[in-house]
């Protein structure tokens, strides 16, 4: 069992920046893939990147490329996604997912444990 915990999200004006964290409970985080996505009012949940068991890759939507970075610490068992040059689209509620690591990391039915959410909103 893996509990997730996201944290960091708020209000930011256009071009500004956010770091959200997702931390986990579990002897098992290092084992697991991890993934953020997000779901915007009326939407339907979207994936946003993904990082390795190891953090030895990424992968990125389209729309987060160029723009946000994932990174994991294992000692701390927290993922976190580093949110640049938000536009007022990236408002959304953000969520963190663990995955086993050979499942397809786009796909929302590869993640077996979610976390509860966070707001992230972005002012024009």
């Known amino acids: 069992q893996v509990q997730l915990v996201e944290s960091g999200g708020g209000l930011v004006q256009a071009g500004g920046s956010l770091r959200l964290s997702c931390a986990a409970s579990?002897?098992?985080?290092?084992?697991?893939?991890m993934g953020w996505f997000r779901q915007a009012p009326g939407k339907e949940r979207e994936f946003v990147g993904s990082i390795r068991w190891s953090g030895s890759r990424t992968y990125y939507a389209d729309s987060a490329k160029g723009r946000f970075t994932i990174s994991r610490d294992n000692a701390k068992n927290t993922v976190y996604l580093q949110m640049n040059s938000l536009k007022p689209e990236d408002t959304a509620v953000y969520y963190c997912?663990?995955?086993?690591?050979?499942?397809?990391?786009?796909?929302?039915?590869?993640?077996?444990?979610w976390g509860q959410g966070t707001q992230v909103t972005v002012s024009s």
């Open positions: 997912a663990a995955r086993p690591d050979y499942l397809s990391a786009p796909l929302l039915s590869s993640y077996y444990y």
């Open positions: 579990g002897r098992t985080f290092s084992s697991y893939a």
